[in-house]
């Protein structure tokens, strides 16, 4: 049972589009939410984080927007390029410290 | 600074067999994660330990375990391998429990 479910699983966008992955939460024990970005072949590399007292923090083209009553938080890449391709997963670490994934979305940046 | 590193990368046991994967964390990191990526249940968290103490536990069976030494490095062993473990395993270190994990590139797992 995932208890952070992300959407879309996949997306193709063209070069300096935007990206858009949304992820859900229920459990209101987790107070961090960070982002990882995977290239086939490798691990989980951290992206960006929020707390859930912050409604958005921006690092560079990546911007993750957090709405806390409605326990949901997005990623948005901004201009997006090829090397962003990538698998994107979200994530909420409990207070108990478990971190929990969303099943991941394929990014594909076109030329 | 070095990454987190794991060994081996690839592996190809049989079913019933048992196999043992290594982690050596980022220097000065005291917190080891394990968890099992599959593309039908995606990431899944195994254990966790500081310390050479398990503080955390995933919902996954007793074949499954693992035990940290002294400087911080991690096994974990499988026994009576299943088809359905196949898989990439992958550690994460942090400085320690709670704070961000670094993964290293992961030991892909094939049973046969």
């Known amino acids: 049972q995932q208890q952070v479910k992300q959407s879309p699983q996949s997306l193709i966008v063209q070069k300096g589009g935007i990206s858009i992955i949304n992820c859900a939460y229920e459990?209101?024990?987790?107070?961090?939410f960070p982002w990882y970005q995977q290239f086939p072949g490798k691990g989980p590399a951290l992206l960006i984080a929020?707390?859930?007292?912050?409604s958005e923090k921006k690092e560079g083209r990546f911007t993750i927007s957090f709405n806390k009553s409605a326990k949901q938080f997005s990623l948005h890449i901004m201009d997006s390029q090829p090397g962003d391709s990538a698998t994107y997963f979200c994530?909420?670490?409990?207070?108990?410290?478990?971190?929990?994934f969303g099943a991941g979305t394929t990014v594909t940046v076109r030329a | 600074k070095a990454g987190v590193t794991q060994t081996p990368r690839y592996l190809i046991k049989t079913r019933g067999q048992q196999v043992t994967l290594s982690c050596s964390p980022i220097?000065?990191?005291?917190?080891v994660s394990w968890y099992q990526q599959t593309p039908g249940q995606g990431l899944q968290f195994l254990f966790e330990?500081?310390?050479?103490?398990?503080?955390n536990k995933g919902n996954f069976p007793g074949r499954f375990s693992g035990r940290q030494f002294s400087n911080s490095r991690s096994e974990m062993n499988v026994s009576t391998l299943e088809l359905g473990d196949s898989a990439l395993y992958l550690c994460?270190?942090?400085?320690?429990?709670?704070?961000?994990?670094?993964f290293g590139p992961g030991t892909r797992l094939t049973v046969t």
């Open positions: 994460a270190s942090s400085i320690g429990t709670g704070d961000e994990q670094y």
């Open positions: 459990n209101t024990a987790f107070d961090y």
């Open positions: 929020i707390r859930p007292d912050v």
């Open positions: 994530a909420a670490i409990s207070n108990d410290y478990k971190l929990s």
């Open positions: 220097s000065g990191h005291r917190s």
């Open positions: 330990y500081f310390s050479e103490t398990q503080r």
